[in-house]
């Protein structure tokens, strides 16, 4: 065989290798969620249909377990968090965890008529824990496309008003854009609602944290939103009266668009 003959016979079975459908296809990439490219400020768009994890804060258990939930877990950022805490309270005890469930059963109740798949984090207000651990990866465990962490703070008595916390610095590309578009879409709603942006803390309502395990360790955008301060004592009628509470649920509601 002559040595043209022999280069373009080569090259015909080169071509041939390379043919479409004679190798495998390389694995898609896992999408990371987004608020989306046409999704105004202050918005968070998902469709319906998707799946939203509701996180109810603490449990109503935890006050019995003392050293099942001390045990320490991974905080998303090589150090140690106790699995949970028993919660704030307000001064004559109305406990977080018995807020965070009657705002999240709203909460669901209003995301489901919307057509949402709902998952919440614990069954009941009764149980231990689920560990702050645990509630990070719930999201992801659930392919969430977003995830609301309900809780209430026990600060002074003299602060008043919500903030918005999510991870800061951001450990992964969900925490990176997401987390803080779904950060801002809970504070829009929130003051929407007629909420007021906490005195004592955070700025404008956004409290970017590195502290919080469960923020740390979600991959998907995930907010934790402290509603109000038990401890003032009229954040704490609001929180405690079925009206406030279906109002802290509506506003939690509109932050997903």
């Known amino acids: 065989m002559s040595r043209a003959l022999l280069v373009t016979a080569l090259v015909v079975v080169l071509a041939a290798c390379a043919a479409p459908g004679s190798a495998p296809a390389a694995p898609a990439a896992v999408p990371v969620p987004t608020a989306g ?5 202050g918005t968070f768009v998902v469709p319906a249909g998707a ?23 991974p905080d998303g950022r090589g150090g ?5 805490t028993t919660g704030a309270s307000t001064a ?8 965070t469930w009657a705002v999240s059963q709203r909460l669901a109740d209003l995301l489901r008529a919307r057509g949402y798949r709902v998952v919440l984090t614990r069954p009941d207000d009764a149980g231990v824990g689920p560990c702050v ?8 465990r659930a392919g969430a496309a977003a995830v609301l962490s309900v809780h209430a703070d ?10 918005v916390l999510y991870s800061a610095p951001p ?6 854009g997401p987390a803080r578009a779904l950060a801002d879409a809970a504070v829009t709603a929130m003051r ?3 909420f007021t942006p906490a005195t004592y803390i955070g700025r404008d309502g956004l409290d970017p944290r590195a502290d919080i395990a469960g923020l740390n360790l979600a991959t998907v955008p995930t907010v934790l939103v402290e509603c109000a301060n038990l401890r003032n004592p009229a954040d704490a009628a609001l929180a405690r009266s079925p009206e406030g509470q279906q109002r802290f649920a509506a506003a939690l509601a509109a932050s997903i668009g």
């Open 154 to 163: 026990g600060a002074p008595a003299a602060g008043h008003g919500f903030h």
């Open 37 to 41: 490219p046409a999704a105004p400020p």
């Open 80 to 84: 140690t968090k106790p699995c949970n």
């Open 51 to 73: 799946t939203i994890v509701i996180d109810p804060g603490h449990d109503g258990g935890n006050g019995r377990a003392a050293a099942a939930i001390a045990r320490p877990v």
């Open 92 to 99: 004559d005890g109305y406990p977080e965890h018995a807020f």
């Open 133 to 140: 651990d645990e509630r990070g990866a719930a999201g992801a």
């Open 171 to 176: 450990l992964n590309p969900a925490q990176r």
């Open 192 to 194: 929407g609602a007629g």
